[in-house]
Nanobody, 120 residues
Framework: QVRLVESGGGLVQAGGSLRLSCQVS????????MGWYRQAPGKQRELVAR???????NYADSVKGRFTISRDNTKNTGYLQMNSLKPEDTGVYYC??????????????WGQGTQVTVSS
């Protein structure tokens, strides 16, 4: 079964940076559209950033200018670069992606989540 494996979360002070990665567990699959979501304690999961198959990106207003979403299909990996982190960025971050390999498409696959904690 193809999975998305996230990494890169951790504890960081406000103003710091982290880079999250989302790697496809099987080689040969390309990441097409991809989104990063986060869920803070007691809150609903929200979309933070998204990239479509044509590489157009959009961001939640709260992270514009601080976060950058990207992907590298030579490494079967998507990324979320997070700079100038704030305590309100704390939460579990999930990637969600549409994958393809040849004529095979797998839609809306979720990663297991990675915890990001920003201390003040």
């Amino acid at each position: 079964q193809v999975r998305l494996v996230e990494s890169g979360g951790g504890l960081v002070q406000a103003g710091g940076s982290l880079r999250l990665s989302c790697q496809v567990s099987e080689s040969g699959f390309s990441i097409n559209a991809m989104g990063w979501y986060r869920q803070a304690p007691g809150k609903q999961r929200e979309l933070v950033a998204r990239i479509n198959s044509g590489s157009s990106t959009n961001y939640a207003d709260s992270v514009k200018g601080r976060f950058t979403i990207s992907r590298d299909n030579t490494k079967n990996t998507g990324y979320l670069q997070m700079n100038s982190l704030k305590p309100e960025d704390t939460g579990v971050y999930y990637c969600n992606a549409d994958l393809s390999r040849g004529s095979t498409w797998l839609y809306r696959n979720w990663g297991q989540g990675t915890q990001v904690t920003v201390s003040s």
